[in-house]
């Protein structure tokens, strides 16, 4: 059984794009997944300098989420899109947990071997599309593996009940089926290697 971090990069209390890794969520347990979300609203710690690093090691909050990575083999995300690209708060925990806190760590071990899918969500007309090409480049390049499934889902304000689904069905079911897929692929590769 697979063991997924599900998060989205956004800490807005009424984010559109925890709404969408939800419905992943529910995809993947129903794959037989055993799912852990979190709130990055929790897991507050300052922007990535090398000389903070340096002076006072890594911060607390970021040492945790690295070891939530480290502890689950896949990662469901859905991330807003900022001025064409995935947001700052997903780039600021993604490169903390890229350090290693001593010489005997291998690199990137939050990441090594991991596996993806990556989803967004925007009030505007491309629902964030232009931002999964640089978040899927970022994780591949850090050794994750990113399934090629994703989506994008156009005017959030529209697109969601007040029960927090999506009202189009075929978007509703391609996120759940996103979810089962990453579980699938994910118990693959572990039984593989």
Same mark, same amino acid.
């Given at each position: 059984?697979?063991?997924?971090?599900?998060?989205?990069?956004?800490?807005?209390?009424?984010?559109?794009?925890?709404?969408?890794?939800?419905?992943?969520?529910?995809?993947?347990?129903?794959?037989?997944? /055993?799912?852990?979300?979190?709130?990055?609203?929790?897991?507050?710690?300052?922007?990535?300098?090398?000389?903070?690093?340096?002076?006072?090691?890594?911060?607390?909050?970021?040492?945790?989420? /690295?070891? *939530?990575?480290?502890?689950?083999? !896949?990662?469901?995300?859905? &991330?807003?899109?900022?001025? +064409?690209?995935? &947001?700052?708060?997903? /780039?600021?925990?993604?490169?903390?947990?890229?350090?290693?806190?001593? /010489?005997?760590?291998?690199? *990137?071990?939050?990441?090594?071997?991991?596996?993806?899918?990556?989803? !967004?969500? +925007?009030?505007?007309?491309?629902?964030?599309?232009?931002?999964?090409?640089?978040?899927?480049?970022?994780?591949?390049?850090?050794?994750?593996?990113?399934?090629?499934?994703?989506? !994008?889902?156009?005017? !959030?304000?529209?697109?969601?009940?007040?029960?927090?689904? *999506?009202?189009?069905?075929?978007?509703?079911?391609?996120?759940?089926?996103?979810?089962?897929?990453?579980?699938?692929?994910?118990?693959?590769?572990?039984?593989?290697?």
């Amino acid at each position: 059984m697979s063991k997924i971090l599900a998060f989205a990069g956004s800490d807005r209390k009424n984010s559109f794009n925890k709404k969408l890794v939800k419905i992943a969520i529910s995809g993947a347990k129903n794959a037989g997944a /055993k799912i852990a979300f979190i709130d990055l609203a929790d897991y507050p710690m300052p922007i990535f300098n090398q000389d903070l690093e340096t002076e006072q090691g890594m911060p607390e909050k970021a040492r945790d989420f /690295k070891n *939530l990575l480290i502890d689950h083999d !896949a990662f469901l995300i859905a &991330s807003p899109e900022y001025n +064409s690209t995935f &947001s700052p708060l997903l /780039k600021n925990v993604i490169d903390w947990a890229s350090r290693a806190e001593s /010489k005997n760590e291998p690199p *990137l071990v939050a990441y090594k071997d991991k596996t993806a899918a990556i989803m !967004a969500t +925007s009030p505007g007309a491309l629902g964030g599309i232009r931002g999964l090409v640089f978040l899927r480049m970022l994780l591949s390049n850090i050794g994750v593996t990113v399934i090629p499934e994703q989506i !994008a889902i156009p005017q !959030a304000i529209k697109a969601f009940s007040d029960e927090g689904l *999506l009202i189009d069905p075929k978007q509703q079911q391609f996120v759940l089926d996103l979810g089962a897929k990453l579980a699938h692929i994910t118990d693959l590769l572990k039984t593989s290697n």
